[in-house]
T-cell receptor, first 114, second 113 residues
Framework: KAGVTQTPRYLIKTRGQQVTLSCSPISGHRSVSWYQQTPGQGLQFLFEYFSETQRNKGNFPGRFSGRQFSNSRSEMNVSTLELGDSALYLC?????????????FGPGTRLTVL | AQSVTQPDIHITVSEGASLELRCNYSYGATPYLFWYVQSPGQGLQLLLKYFSGDTLVQGIKGFEAEFKRSQSSFNLRKPSVHWSDAAEYFCAVEGNAGNMLTFGGGTRLMVKP
């Protein structure tokens, strides 16, 4: 089975722009979660989608949003980019996102905001 | 709210030596615990997980971890480290909201030849 794929792998944007990142989960997985990884804050949970609905949300401003499509693919969007949004954005998929359901991570999208 | 602490930011061991990475968690109920490894420029790879039952859990690449409820710990061990084990290791606990992982700050492992 193919793993979790994320596109693009690298992205450079300037402050004030917006960006959309894409994630394709493992075939058959219906839950997709997003995490932000920075040197200062470490790995932080952004949100989780299941059956096209946001089920959980971390403590991030409204500039961070996401969605999930009927084929379980997910996108996350960051509007009005700030320098502090520079990070590695990781997507993870799991079967149904239930208790103890293992999350499998993609390689990440490295976003640099100038 | 749950939290995870990895007290060691960096650890250096010689190739062939044993390894123990520490992880302490704070969680009100029986936790689901995970260890992931991240190589430079890569995503996270699951090494092992604990849900219930046997407190000694075997994982991939020769790693094991022991859950100790009395110490709120889930330390990762390997009897003999290989140069390819050099990476960053993350301990995580699953929150009561289901599919939300809370990660520790990570431990960067360096392996001396």
């Amino acid at each position: 089975k193919a793993g979790v794929t994320q596109t693009p792998r690298y992205l450079i944007k300037t402050r004030g722009q917006q960006v959309t990142l894409s994630c394709s989960p493992i075939s058959g997985h219906r839950s997709v979660s997003w995490y932000q990884q920075t040197p200062g804050q470490g790995l932080q949970f952004l949100f989780e989608y299941f059956s096209e609905t946001q089920r959980n949300k971390g403590n991030f401003p409204g500039r961070f949003s996401g969605r999930q499509f009927s084929n379980s693919r997910s996108e996350m969007n960051v509007s009005t980019l700030e320098l502090g949004d520079s990070a590695l954005y990781l997507c993870a998929s799991s079967l149904i996102g239930g208790e103890g359901d293992t999350q499998y991570f993609g390689p990440g999208t490295r976003l640099t905001v100038l | 709210a749950q939290s995870v602490t990895q007290p060691d930011i960096h650890i250096t061991v010689s190739e062939g030596a044993s390894l123990e990475l520490r992880c302490n968690y704070s969680y009100g109920a029986t936790p689901y615990l995970f260890w992931y490894v991240q190589s430079p420029g890569q995503g996270l790879q699951l090494l092992l997980k604990y849900f219930s039952g046997d407190t000694l859990v075997q994982g991939i690449k020769g790693f094991e971890a022991e859950f100790k409820r009395s110490q709120s710990s889930f330390n990762l061990r390997k009897p003999s480290v290989h140069w390819s084990d050099a990476a960053e290791y993350f301990c995580a606990v699953e929150g009561n909201a289901g599919n939300m992982l809370t990660f520790g700050g990570g431990t960067r492992l360096m392996v001396k030849p």
